[in-house]
Each structure stands twice: as C-alpha cells, then as structure tokens.
C-alpha cells in the first residue's frame, strides 16, 4: 500500500459540520491524490497534489477543500458536509515511474 | 458523461476456466491504461498496465488487449482461481506513471466459483 494511511477509517458526522480526512505517507511521494468511489461512478478524482502548497481541482471538487503544507501529508475538507458527500474516500500517491497507490479508504455518512 | 466504461457490473466464471473483463472508452487522447483490483474494505490495487503503443501486455495469468480502433480493452485471467474474486476497476490516463489522473470506469465484480 505504499506506506499509506488514512484516518479516520470510518466516520459518522451531521449535515452542515466540516469533516477533515487525513492522508498520511511514507513513501516521499511527490503526487497525492482524493478520489470517492461510489455505486455506478467508480472512482472520481476530487482534488490533487503536486508538491507541498501546490494543489489543483479534479472533476468532482466542489465543496470540498484540500491542504498540503508537509510532503507526507495530504488534507481533504469537506467544508460543510452534505449527504451527496456520503462515500469511501480513497488517498493515493505516486512517484515518478510507479503507478498509483491506494489507502485502504475512509468510509464518511452523512446524516 | 462517462469516459471510461464496464457495461458488465457482474461477472461469474467457473474456477479455472478464462476470465474475460471488458472496457471501452471514448477520449482519444488516452494513451496509458490500467487495470485495479479491489477487494472489500481495501484500497484498489494495481494489476496490470498498457501502453497504447502496444496491443497485448501479459504478466503471468494476466493478460491485457487493447484495440484503439475499437477504443476498447479487456483483461484475460487464466486460469481463474478464487482468490481472483474481487471488484475490477479498467482506468486511462493522458500521463505515463508521472502525474496520473487517472479516469475510472464503474467497475466489474468478478465471482470465481469453486
């Protein structure tokens, strides 16, 4: 799994609260990576990192936020949590010339 | 509108016999693909890749054809064993193992039966 770890692994939070996901790394990485998965969609990249303090939007990033200010440390914020956002999170990283490695996933409902 | 797709969500094939899981995908500008495997409340693992200068890739029991005419894939298990049951994800990527944002399909449950 690439030294990944994901916290928490499970989480039970209101509607309208923020929630922080932590991804953490051992692996020196350079890219970090948010995706969702969810039924019917597969995985969908929510935000991504290209070095410390250097992030970019994917295709599903609205109302969600992301922070990297440690290469072995990447954030994902859910700014005011919504029941669309009930999903398992997965953080993933690559290096140059491996592809990517997954965590074992957060699992986040909504209620 | 989904770039990557497995129209098969379920599949079941007798332990031994060949697996056949199928992709098709509608950007041209894919040229790097790969295949994940998922099992229950793990992250997806990575399987087997290809580039799209080539039309076969094998490694082992695993084995991927691309068709870029078609725009289609497929990953060949032979022969199946139990432990291959799992949730099987086909991506593309415009990148080469670099900065990979990789584009999922919905994924195929394969289900090998003893």
């Known amino acids: 799994d690439a030294g990944i770890t994901q916290s928490p692994r499970h989480k039970v939070t209101e509607t309208g609260t923020p929630v922080t996901l932590r991804c953490h790394q051992t692996?020196?990485?350079?890219?970090m990576y948010w995706y969702r998965q969810d039924p019917g969609h597969g995985l969908r990249l929510i935000h991504y990192?290209?070095?410390?303090?250097?992030?970019d939007k994917g295709e599903v990033s609205d109302g969600y936020s992301v922070s990297r200010s440690k290469t072995e440390d990447f954030l994902l914020t859910l700014e005011s949590a919504t029941s669309s956002q009930t999903s398992v999170y997965f953080c993933?990283?690559?290096?140059?010339?491996?592809?990517?490695?997954f965590g074992n996933g957060t699992r986040l409902t909504v209620t | 509108d989904q770039q990557v797709k497995q129209n098969s969500p379920s599949l079941s094939v007798q332990e031994g016999r060949i697996s056949i899981l199928n992709c098709d995908y509608t950007?041209?500008?894919?040229?790097?693909f790969l295949w994940y495997k998922k099992y229950p409340a793990e992250g997806p693992t990575f399987l087997i890749s290809?580039?799209?200068?080539?039309d076969k890739n094998e490694d082992g029991r695993f084995t991927v054809f691309l068709n870029k005419s078609a725009k289609h894939l497929s990953l060949h298990i032979v022969p199946s064993q139990p432990g291959d049951s799992a949730v099987y994800f086909c991506?593309?990527?415009?990148?080469?193992?670099?900065?990979?944002?990789?584009?999922f399909g919905t994924g195929t449950r394969l289900t090998i039966i003893p």
């Open positions: 993933a990283t690559t290096g140059t010339g491996s592809p990517l490695h």
């Open positions: 692996e020196n990485h350079r890219y």
């Open positions: 990192s290209y070095g410390v303090k250097d992030t």
């Open positions: 950007n041209s500008m894919f040229d790097y």
């Open positions: 290809i580039s799209s200068i080539k």
């Open positions: 991506a593309a990527s415009t990148a080469n193992f670099g900065n990979e944002k990789l584009t």
